[in-house]
């Protein structure tokens, strides 16, 4: 009898533990799918020099892959090859921003400001900062862009200066320097000082004064601040090139291009585009498209022009499981007294089971 | 002191050993425990909606309208009870103003609300409070001590239960109550309180409908008692029918006729090619059951249980149904896997089937009940469907077990079938 019941709870525990490996891919952590864009009433061919692409804003860190409507009604083998970089068009002006965000004030003298980052590009070849230069007004000293490996680095990694005159009003400013390769997933610290400058006549730049740049944190004459800056990495290379055969594109199915995660991904505006080169019009893959643009956070291309329309597309970002608990934890600890009253409760009837159990025992011994 | 404690609300044949009485309390810890994990971080805009529509009720002091109109009534209490628990409570259901149900949009905004856990707890506690009774129900409704703790240990760990009420959060455990309780009293021969009972379970949910007919002929001997029967049945619908014509805006007994669930049981026919020649199966088979009470039926607890529990078993064989509809089977399966131990391994069957069955909802039945614990991840993560959809063509896998829960549900019936035969010839001789 007890034989019986031994095998009967081994067999529901090996049952249990089968079913947790199967699923525990999904406990500690899983890719997330975004549907960015799903309806398609038309298709564009790609082949020869045509190269068709969209922009996309990452919806959250750690981007993994892509899914891509795509065709390939002749069952093409020829070489595609997708390509994924920061995206080099400014399709969301900055007057276009919802919110600005506030300026950092002038700087001027010993002030500096700066930010640190987690960099998503494997070569960074430059940063773009949200500046502004007080409506228009003609500011002419020298501006002095640093980039260290942390604020405490005394050494510049790079350094590039620009004059004052060339900050246009809430735009973007673009300071390019020698490449850094190999940059991705490394921190890095920028700040920028003018030293010359003085009250009437200087520039200054604009923040969030909420975190947007979760692995990043302001700083303010080299003291961390709360926000970020409003910055975007600058990378002439791609952050992903794909080699594949045509012959493993199917027909009228989401296409996966998979590739390293970028790990400091959200909220920045990414360009995947396709191209073809030894294919030609008889032996071209198409991605399927909507002809108006349904996608407001991007823009479709084709050879680097925007085009009217939005691809069929989904992004894939990963999400581990101490994320899923830190989240938790923190929507828990929104409300303190519930917390401790479910926690009591929970550990009362815990109590009450233990002492249960081992009375039963006691009860089973006397019999 | 344990017998004490105890004395009122477990019958006396439980306490008369202190191993039965710990063993009950054992179980129903479990249960307790297990409903306690699920209750704050787990919902479906189901349960927003019908408490969005109570505290519309409250606020506008407009009660009648909603249908089905008594358990309307039955979350405005339950909502006057746990407002001051919830002092933000109008914060929560602001959305109220514009609409009577919750999208998807006011689902996934509540989630990120701070005092999201605790809204989910609270709103689950009456749920937990009649499910409760249900499990008391159980131990009441039979005397054999076996018995009682079989259907009683299961109705603690049922899968479907859980999820229906905590994790999906719907109210279905009200009709269910009412339904026991009418059971139980038909047991102690009170018919008249029975069927008004399940008259309240009616007017809270119409499935129950159902049962109205099976009921009569079972426990109603001759014709005008049968009448009389029928009538009472009817009252506590009629009193909400009633109420809500009063209102002028919305008839029970109508939206009940032009409800999709009514779709649901005709979906499966056959069309013949003339005119407007159609054979529904479920009414079909629905009429063989009635036609089979009412040449063969004597009165006895065991037969109308058993033919309820067929009912329900040819419905969900034959008709499309949401998965939290399966919780309706659990207190006939409950009685039914305390006479015979090998329903438990059919109804677990029945339940792997039903897992799959409810991929076809994709993410609303996935992912997004999980949302409060963390949105941004569960209301993106893939939904099996989605998952299988990579590998094989989900929707057949699908189809495959949802005719496997079929199956299981005929084989089910043919077993009750057989044990009511059985039965009954017992009676005769």
């Given at each position: 009898?007890?034989?019986d019941r031994?095998?009967?709870?081994?067999?529901?525990?090996?049952?249990?533990?089968?079913?947790l490996?199967?699923?525990?891919p999904?406990?500690y952590?899983?890719?997330?799918?975004?549907?960015?864009?799903?309806?398609?009433?038309?298709?564009?061919?790609?082949?020869?020099?045509?190269?068709?692409?969209?922009?996309?804003?990452?919806?959250?860190?750690?981007?993994?892959?892509?899914?891509?409507?795509?065709?390939n009604p002749?069952?093409?083998?020829?070489?595609?090859?997708f390509?994924?970089r920061?995206?080099?068009?400014e399709?969301?002006?900055?007057?276009?921003?919802?919110?600005?965000?506030?300026?950092?004030?002038?700087?001027?003298?010993s002030?500096?400001?700066?930010?640190t980052?987690l960099?998503?590009?494997?070569?960074?070849s430059?940063?773009?900062?949200?500046m502004?230069?007080?409506?228009?007004?003609m500011n002419?000293?020298?501006v002095?862009?640093?980039?260290?490996?942390?604020?405490?680095?005394?050494l510049?990694?790079r350094k590039?200066?620009?004059?004052?005159?060339?900050?246009?009003?809430n735009?973007?400013?673009?300071?390019?320097?020698?490449?850094?390769?190999?940059?991705?997933?490394?921190?890095y610290?920028?700040?920028?000082?003018?030293?010359?400058?003085?009250p009437?006549n200087a520039?200054?730049a604009r923040?969030?004064?909420?975190?947007?740049?979760?692995?990043?944190?302001?700083?303010?004459?080299?003291?961390?601040?709360?926000g970020?800056?409003l910055?975007?990495?600058?990378?002439?290379?791609?952050?992903?090139?794909?080699?594949?055969?045509?012959?493993?594109?199917?027909?009228?199915?989401?296409?996966?291009?998979?590739?390293?995660?970028?790990?400091?991904?959200?909220?920045?505006?990414?360009?995947?585009?396709?191209?073809?080169?030894?294919a030609?019009?008889?032996?071209?893959?198409?991605?399927?498209?909507?002809?108006?643009?349904?996608?407001?956070?991007g823009?479709?291309?084709?050879?680097?022009?925007?085009?009217?329309?939005?691809l069929?597309?989904k992004?894939?970002?990963?999400?581990?499981?101490?994320?899923?608990?830190?989240?938790?934890?923190k929507?828990?600890?929104?409300?303190?007294?519930?917390?401790?009253?479910?926690?009591?409760?929970?550990g009362f009837?815990?109590f009450?089971?233990?002492?249960t159990?081992?009375?039963?025992?006691?009860?089973?011994?006397?019999? | 002191?344990?017998?004490?404690?105890?004395?009122?609300?477990i019958?006396?044949?439980y306490?008369?050993?202190?191993?039965?009485?710990?063993?009950?309390?054992?179980?129903?810890?479990?249960?307790?425990l297990?409903?306690?994990?699920?209750?704050?971080i787990?919902?479906?805009?189901?349960?927003?909606?019908?408490?969005?529509?109570?505290?519309y009720?409250?606020?506008?002091?407009?009660?009648?309208?909603?249908i089905?109109l008594l358990?309307?009534?039955?979350h405005?209490?339950?909502?006057i009870?746990l407002?001051?628990?919830?002092?933000?409570?109008?914060?929560i259901?602001?959305?109220?103003?514009?609409?009577?149900?919750?999208?998807?949009?006011?689902?996934?905004?509540?989630?990120?609300?701070p005092?999201?856990?605790?809204?989910?707890f609270?709103?689950?506690v009456?749920?937990?409070?009649?499910?409760?009774l249900?499990?008391?129900?159980?131990?009441?409704i039979?005397?054999?001590?076996?018995?009682?703790?079989?259907?009683?240990?299961f109705?603690?760990?049922n899968p479907?239960?859980?999820f229906a009420?905590?994790?999906?959060?719907?109210?279905?455990?009200i009709?269910?109550?009412?339904i026991?309780?009418?059971?139980f009293y038909?047991?102690?021969?009170?018919?008249?309180?029975?069927?008004?009972?399940?008259?309240?379970?009616?007017?809270?949910?119409?499935?129950?409908?159902l049962?109205?007919?099976?009921?009569v002929?079972?426990?109603?001997?001759?014709?005008?008692?049968?009448?009389?029967?029928?009538?009472l049945?009817?009252?506590?619908?009629?009193?909400?029918?009633?109420?809500?014509?009063?209102?002028?805006?919305?008839s029970?007994?109508?939206?009940?006729?032009?409800?999709l669930?009514?779709?649901?049981?005709l979906a499966?026919?056959?069309k013949?090619?003339?005119?407007?020649?159609?054979?529904?199966?479920?009414?079909?088979g629905?009429?063989?059951?009635?036609?089979?009470v009412y040449?063969?039926?004597?009165?006895s607890f065991a037969?109308?249980?058993?033919?309820?529990?067929?009912?329900?078993?040819f419905?969900?064989?034959?008709?499309?149904?949401?998965?939290?509809?399966?919780?309706?089977?659990?207190?006939?399966?409950a009685i039914q896997?305390?006479?015979d131990?090998?329903?438990?391994g059919l109804?677990?069957m029945?339940?792997?089937c039903?897992?799959?069955y409810?991929?076809q909802?994709?993410r609303?039945?996935?992912?997004?009940?999980?949302?409060?614990?963390?949105?941004?991840?569960?209301?993106?993560?893939?939904?099996?469907?989605?998952?299988?959809?990579?590998?094989?063509?989900a929707?057949?896998?699908?189809?495959?077990?949802?005719?496997?829960?079929?199956?299981v549900?005929?084989?089910?019936?043919?077993?009750i079938?057989?044990?009511?035969?059985l039965?009954?010839s017992?009676?005769?001789?």
């Amino acid at each position: 009898m007890k034989w019986d019941r031994f095998r009967r709870v081994s067999l529901v525990f090996l049952i249990l533990i089968c079913l947790l490996l199967t699923i525990s891919p999904r406990i500690y952590g899983a890719d997330i799918e975004f549907l960015d864009q799903l309806r398609w009433n038309a298709n564009i061919a790609i082949y020869g020099s045509r190269k068709v692409g969209q922009s996309f804003i990452a919806r959250g860190d750690r981007l993994s892959r892509m899914a891509v409507f795509m065709a390939n009604p002749k069952r093409s083998a020829k070489k595609v090859i997708f390509h994924l970089r920061i995206n080099p068009y400014e399709e969301i002006e900055p007057e276009e921003l919802q919110f600005l965000g506030p300026s950092v004030g002038e700087i001027h003298g010993s002030e500096s400001t700066g930010q640190t980052f987690l960099c998503s590009v494997p070569t960074l070849s430059g940063i773009k900062i949200l500046m502004a230069n007080y409506h228009d007004r003609m500011n002419d000293q020298d501006v002095i862009f640093h980039l260290k490996k942390s604020p405490k680095d005394k050494l510049d990694l790079r350094k590039v200066v620009i004059n004052a005159s060339r900050i246009k009003d809430n735009q973007y400013a673009e300071l390019s320097f020698s490449p850094i390769y190999d940059a991705q997933d490394k921190f890095y610290y920028f700040y920028i000082e003018s030293p010359t400058s003085y009250p009437g006549n200087a520039i200054t730049a604009r923040y969030s004064p909420s975190d947007i740049c979760t692995e990043g944190e302001r700083y303010v004459n080299g003291a961390g601040a709360t926000g970020d800056l409003l910055f975007k990495e600058v990378s002439e290379t791609d952050v992903v090139t794909l080699d594949i055969s045509g012959s493993k594109i199917r027909h009228n199915v989401f296409h996966e291009f998979i590739f390293p995660r970028i790990n400091s991904s959200s909220n920045e505006s990414f360009y995947f585009y396709i191209e073809s080169p030894e294919a030609d019009a008889s032996s071209a893959v198409y991605f399927q498209y909507y002809d108006s643009p349904r996608y407001r956070q991007g823009r479709m291309y084709v050879d680097g022009l925007p085009y009217q329309g939005s691809l069929t597309f989904k992004t894939y970002y990963y999400v581990g499981l101490s994320e899923i608990v830190g989240e938790f934890l923190k929507h828990l600890s929104q409300d303190i007294v519930f917390s401790l009253f479910y926690s009591l409760l929970g550990g009362f009837v815990v109590f009450l089971l233990i002492a249960t159990i081992i009375l039963e025992r006691k009860l089973k011994k006397a019999h | 002191m344990i017998k004490k404690i105890f004395s009122g609300i477990i019958p006396l044949s439980y306490r008369k050993e202190p191993q039965v009485l710990i063993t009950i309390v054992k179980w129903g810890l479990i249960g307790l425990l297990l409903r306690f994990i699920f209750m704050p971080i787990t919902t479906h805009s189901d349960l927003l909606s019908v408490y969005g529509r109570a505290f519309y009720m409250i606020q506008q002091r407009q009660f009648s309208g909603m249908i089905p109109l008594l358990v309307h009534y039955f979350h405005t209490v339950f909502l006057i009870i746990l407002n001051p628990f919830m002092p933000y409570s109008s914060e929560i259901w602001e959305w109220t103003s514009r609409s009577l149900g919750a999208d998807e949009r006011i689902w996934m905004n509540f989630v990120v609300h701070p005092n999201a856990y605790r809204t989910l707890f609270f709103l689950k506690v009456p749920y937990l409070l009649f499910d409760g009774l249900c499990a008391l129900l159980l131990l009441h409704i039979f005397k054999d001590q076996k018995k009682g703790l079989r259907a009683f240990k299961f109705w603690m760990v049922n899968p479907v239960g859980i999820f229906a009420l905590y994790i999906f959060g719907r109210f279905e455990i009200i009709p269910i109550f009412f339904i026991l309780l009418s059971l139980f009293y038909v047991k102690k021969r009170k018919n008249i309180l029975a069927v008004l009972l399940l008259g309240i379970s009616i007017a809270t949910k119409f499935y129950s409908l159902l049962f109205l007919l099976p009921f009569v002929f079972v426990v109603g001997n001759k014709t005008g008692e049968r009448l009389k029967l029928l009538f009472l049945g009817l009252v506590p619908l009629l009193i909400m029918q009633i109420l809500n014509m009063l209102s002028g805006v919305r008839s029970e007994v109508g939206t009940l006729a032009g409800s999709l669930f009514v779709d649901y049981l005709l979906a499966m026919r056959f069309k013949l090619p003339f005119v407007h020649d159609t054979v529904f199966i479920f009414v079909l088979g629905y009429a063989l059951i009635l036609l089979y009470v009412y040449y063969n039926s004597k009165f006895s607890f065991a037969s109308l249980y058993k033919h309820m529990c067929i009912i329900l078993l040819f419905l969900f064989a034959t008709s499309f149904f949401h998965p939290h509809y399966f919780m309706w089977l659990s207190p006939f399966i409950a009685i039914q896997i305390a006479e015979d131990k090998k329903f438990i391994g059919l109804y677990t069957m029945q339940v792997l089937c039903l897992v799959i069955y409810s991929f076809q909802w994709d993410r609303s039945l996935a992912g997004y009940l999980f949302a409060p614990i963390y949105k941004f991840y569960f209301a993106n993560v893939m939904s099996p469907f989605t998952f299988i959809s990579e590998f094989y063509p989900a929707e057949k896998l699908v189809g495959i077990f949802r005719s496997i829960l079929s199956a299981v549900s005929f084989w089910m019936i043919y077993q009750i079938f057989k044990s009511l035969v059985l039965h009954k010839s017992e009676i005769r001789q």
